[in-house]
Structures are given as structure tokens and as C-alpha cells.
């Protein structure tokens, strides 16, 4: 196993600010019309599709 490239490692950064749960401040400000966030995701259950 290899060094991650710069383009896996950015991915990877991406996904995981992005696998966060919702800000308790966004909820109250949406009068909770938003729950939660849609983009997160488990480690287990959905993989990244990220090539190389």
C-alpha cells in the first residue's frame, strides 16, 4: 500500500467535513423544517466511490 495522492487525500478531507451532523443553531434558525443532514453518511454502510 502505497501514499494517498493529492487528489484521494482531498476527497477524503472533503467527506469527511462534510459526514458532520447539523448544527443545533441551523435547526432552531429552520424552525426544525431541517433535521438533519442529508449528505451524512456511516463508514460502514456507504462507501466513497474514490478511484486510485
Given at each position: 500500500m502505497?501514499?494517498?495522492s493529492a487528489y484521494k487525500?482531498?476527497?477524503l478531507g472533503r467527506a469527511?467535513?462534510?459526514t458532520r451532523r447539523m448544527p443545533?443553531?441551523?435547526i432552531m434558525r429552520t424552525h426544525r423544517r431541517?433535521?438533519?443532514n442529508k449528505l451524512q453518511?456511516?463508514?460502514r454502510r456507504t462507501k466513497l466511490r474514490?478511484?486510485?
Open positions: 502505497g501514499k494517498k487525500k482531498r476527497r469527511l467535513k462534510r443545533v443553531l441551523a431541517i433535521r438533519y453518511r456511516n463508514w474514490i478511484k486510485g
